[in-house]
């Protein structure tokens, strides 16, 4: 079992910065390499990959719409992903996930839902204009 929870949300004005943290708990987070994921979903719209770093910790991937505002690292010691967020912009409005894979290709080129199993609970974040 992999146990996500998701805190920092809020709201902001654009052009304003949040940073997003996530912990991990688990049998399964404790035992094995883990990909992970933040990914956020609008009203009415398919949840979209933000940022993600592989079980082998290579390189991050991010979503175009995001890369060069938005930052994610893990910090292995505390069992903590984050997600670092610069110059928000209205559009970036969404509840916001984190979550884990064991699949050795998450967070590799695309980042899809698909490929994660374990998801928090989610926490909201509005940009107003």
């Known amino acids: 079992q992999v146990h996500l929870v998701e805190s920092g949300g809020g709201s902001v004005q654009a052009g304003g910065s949040l940073r997003l943290s996530c912990v991990a708990s688990?049998?399964?987070?404790?035992?094995?390499?883990?990909?992970v994921g933040w990914f956020r979903q609008a009203p009415g719209k398919e949840r979209e990959g933000v940022a993600a770093?592989?079980?082998?910790?290579?390189?991050?991937t991010y979503g175009d719409s995001v890369k060069g505002r938005f930052t994610i690292s893990r910090d292995n010691a505390k069992n903590t992903l984050y997600l670092q967020m610069n110059n928000l912009k209205p559009e970036d409005t969404g509840m916001y996930y984190c979550a884990a894979s064991a699949l050795a290709s998450a967070g590799r080129g695309a980042i899809s839902p698909a490929d994660f199993s374990y998801w928090g609970q989610g926490t909201q974040v509005t940009v107003s204009s």
């Open positions: 688990g049998d399964t987070w404790s035992r094995y390499q883990m990909g």
């Open positions: 770093i592989d079980a082998n910790y290579g390189s991050p």
